[in-house]
């Protein structure tokens, strides 16, 4: 007999994503990072709230659910739907997220191994927002198969984009760079020679190598790059080093030295044959130290690992000039207010015709020789 359970909390719950997935993203040494670092939980807006079934006491399927009281750190934006509610004096918040928090990685978001399972977490989710009188509920950076299950289900689905690098069995960076137009690999060459007369000592820095000093100026570095935004860090200084001390074999530090003293320093997760850019940020501004950090370095390791894609963090078009190529991404959401949903399905379709058109725009800009 199935049996479907929920909790306020990933810590001493017996939910295991790592049976279903390698996401490093989705394991529950991250969500139990988030949590004990305090970066999710009471006063940051994100409420863990996991999804479990259980068969004959064994944990069967599970899905990531956060109840949200805003829409930071999602990287799908529905302010606009939030103010449209707020309008007709109805409350968008609380609503609930099924998401990897500050994180737009795509992958699966219903986890079990059989469909009836998938299908009794969509039934259970939806029962769940119309007995607590919640709003909605996003699936954000869905993979194809749980983009079916949903859209089975009758959710509507939106359509995003990113960026990502792959890597085709380069030999090593100038392998790339021959497949780049002659003015895109002439520009990256120059980037990168600006880069190296600096004379800067540029260190990469994988699981054990990595120290706690490493993390806590990865951390100063991310609060700067924020404080130069006029915004807040949504991560503590205890989640960096969390999330070493129980996964660091997905961690890569990339790390630049004037002088022997560290000034800039990028996060980087590897998961899955594919390494994810995450968090960046100098002490001392450099021009073209944040592409050679947060780029080629990341591109260079891929090749030299023999990892498949690379993806440098959210949006930026800027990308496309060093051969990061865009690619679709998907989210599903239940409204459950009928005329909000109508309301809401209508703009989706229309911008999914606008995100066709620019997603054409994009491929154009491709900086890849013709073939």
């Not at 609930?96 to 977490?121: H, M, Q, Y």
Request: hydrophobic share 35%.
């Amino acid at each position: 007999m199935l049996e479907v359970f929920s909790s306020t909390t990933f810590v001493g719950l017996d939910y295991s994503p790592n049976e279903f997935t390698d996401n490093s993203f989705l394991s529950n040494e991250f969500f139990l990072a988030l949590e004990k670092s305090k970066s999710i939980g009471k006063g940051t807006g994100w409420i863990p709230f996991p999804i479990i079934v259980k068969e004959g006491g064994v944990v069967v399927g599970c899905m990531p659910i956060f109840l949200k009281e805003h829409s930071y750190g999602e990287y799908i934006f529905d302010w606009a739907w939030a103010e449209a509610f707020q309008r007709h004096g109805l409350n968008y918040y609380p609503k609930l997220v099924c998401a990897i928090p500050f994180s737009p990685v795509t992958g699966p978001r219903i986890l079990a191994k059989n469909k009836e399972v998938k299908d009794l977490l969509v039934k259970a989710l939806e029962k769940i927002m119309h007995q607590h009188k919640i709003s909605s509920c996003h699936f954000l950076f869905t993979n194809k198969d749980d983009q079916k299950i949903l859209n089975k289900a009758g959710w509507m689905h939106r359509q995003g984009v990113q960026f990502r690098w792959e890597n085709k069995e380069y030999k090593n960076f100038d392998d790339f760079l021959k497949t780049l137009s002659h003015r895109k690999r002439k520009k990256i060459r120059q980037e990168r020679k600006r880069v190296n007369d600096y004379n800067l000592t540029i260190l990469r820095k994988l699981g054990a190598n990595i120290s706690e000093e490493d993390l806590c100026f990865m951390y100063e570095c991310y609060c700067q790059t924020y404080a130069l935004h006029h915004s807040s860090p949504y991560l503590t200084k205890d989640f960096f080093i969390t999330l070493h001390k129980l996964m660091p074999e997905k961690l890569l530090i990339i790390q630049a030295f004037k002088d022997h003293v560290p000034i800039a320093s990028a996060l980087n997760i590897i998961s899955d044959n594919k390494l994810y850019g995450r968090y960046w940020g100098a002490i001392e501004y450099m021009p073209n130290l944040h592409f050679e950090l947060c780029y080629y370095q990341g591109q260079e390791f891929c090749i030299e690992n023999s990892l498949e894609f690379f993806e440098g963090g959210a949006q930026g078009e800027h990308k496309i000039a060093r051969g990061f190529a865009p690619f679709d991404t998907f989210s599903s959401h239940y409204i459950v207010n009928n005329e909000f949903r109508e309301a809401i399905s209508k703009f989706l379709n229309e911008e999914e015709n606008r995100m066709n058109i620019y997603m054409e725009e994009l491929e154009e800009r491709l900086p890849f020789k013709q073939k």
